[in-house]
Nanobody, 123 residues
Framework: QVQLVESGGDSVQAGGSLRLSCAAS????????MGWFRQVPGKEREGVAT???????NYVDSVKGRFTISKDIAENILHLQMNSLKPEDTAMYYC?????????????????WGQGTQVTVSS
């Protein structure tokens, strides 16, 4: 089993920055692929960024150049550094993990999910 606990969500003005964190527990083999997803009420969940065990990353086009996903292996923490935030980044952000030997931005791949942390960006 894997447990994921997100933190770091807040309300910020456009152009600001936030750093989300996800504390992960459970065997590393269940967390080969980890990622961040976001969802706005009434809309489909969107994959934001993923990171594979080899360190390779993948981002949705709308956040490229602004967001950076990283992991602290020693501390078992996944981060999402979000810069130049825009009002359209407002959403509930979820951390996810999966044991698969590949990594995609599709939420259906992911077996384990956190409870989410709210990010609100005002104009």
């Amino acid at each position: 089993q894997v447990q994921l606990v997100e933190s770091g969500g807040d309300s910020v003005q456009a152009g600001g920055s936030l750093r989300l964190s996800c504390a992960a527990s459970g065997h590393p083999s269940n967390r080969r692929c980890m990622g961040w997803f976001r969802q706005v009420p009434g809309k489909e969940r969107e994959g934001v960024a993923t990171i594979y065990i080899d360190g390779s990353t993948n981002y949705v086009d709308s956040v490229k150049g602004r967001f950076t996903i990283s992991k602290d292996i020693a501390e078992n923490i996944l981060h999402l550094q979000m810069n130049s935030l825009k009002p359209e980044d407002t959403a509930m952000y979820y951390c996810a993990a999966d044991p698969s030997w590949y990594c995609t931005l599709h939420g259906v791949q992911f077996r384990y999910w956190g409870q989410g942390t709210q990010v609100t960006v005002s104009s």
